[in-house]
């Protein structure tokens, strides 16, 4: 009986690592989905907002028209890239050669890097404004977080039984939680 009680333990303290895990999963999780968020809508509105603007390189000429009154796709672009990205595929002031040299693959990949680039270029300037999570997602954030403290609180009382067998328990329990759940890529760019 006593062996199914440390073995219970070492169970316990596995499972509160094992919360630990899940909630950091979970942020992760609603970050990536947040950024997703955030990159289509801005996908969306860049693809509204130069559709119906014209470009500064336009501003005198008027954009012409199809049949249905809607813009036909311009001709002209922006040459420089913190203004407006350029659509891959179509040309550009003064690279129109440089354009027509660049293969199908090429332009559907470099709208992947476009994308990342614009990512990559929020993150370094610090302009990623944060993000509060829905009702459902805080909600079941908290309930991880009540989880895991009630989970935490039983160790410690169990600690507080003073066996030091049990202690022992939790220790090996801390240890194989921390080597089964917490083994995660490092990143090197943090310090």
């Not at 249905?68 to 595929?89: K, L, M, Q, W, Y």
């Not at 977080?145 to 939790?170: D, S």
Request: net charge positive.
């Amino acid at each position: 009986m006593f062996a199914g009680s440390c073995i219970g333990v070492i169970c316990l303290v596995l499972s509160l690592e094992l919360l630990r895990r899940l909630g950091r999963v979970y942020d992760s999780f609603i970050v990536r989905r947040a950024r997703l968020r955030r990159l289509y809508m801005s996908d969306s509105s860049t693809a509204q907002s130069t559709s119906n603007v014209p470009l500064r390189s336009e501003e005198n000429t008027k954009p012409a028209t199809n049949c249905c009154g809607g813009n036909v796709e311009p001709d002209a672009r922006f040459s420089s890239a913190d203004d407006i990205t350029p659509v891959p595929g179509s040309p550009q002031n003064g690279d129109s050669k440089k354009q027509a040299s660049v293969s199908a693959a090429a332009a559907a990949s470099s709208a992947n890097v476009i994308r990342d680039g614009a990512v990559q270029r929020e993150r370094q300037e610090g302009m990623l404004a944060p993000y509060r999570p829905s009702l459902v997602e805080h909600s079941v954030r908290s309930l991880l977080h009540m989880v895991q403290f009630a989970v935490a609180y039983i160790i410690m009382l169990l600690a507080m039984y003073f066996n030091g067998y049990i202690i022992i328990c939790i220790f090996i329990g801390a240890f194989l939680g921390a080597f089964i759940f917490s083994w995660e890529p490092v990143d090197l760019n943090k310090e």
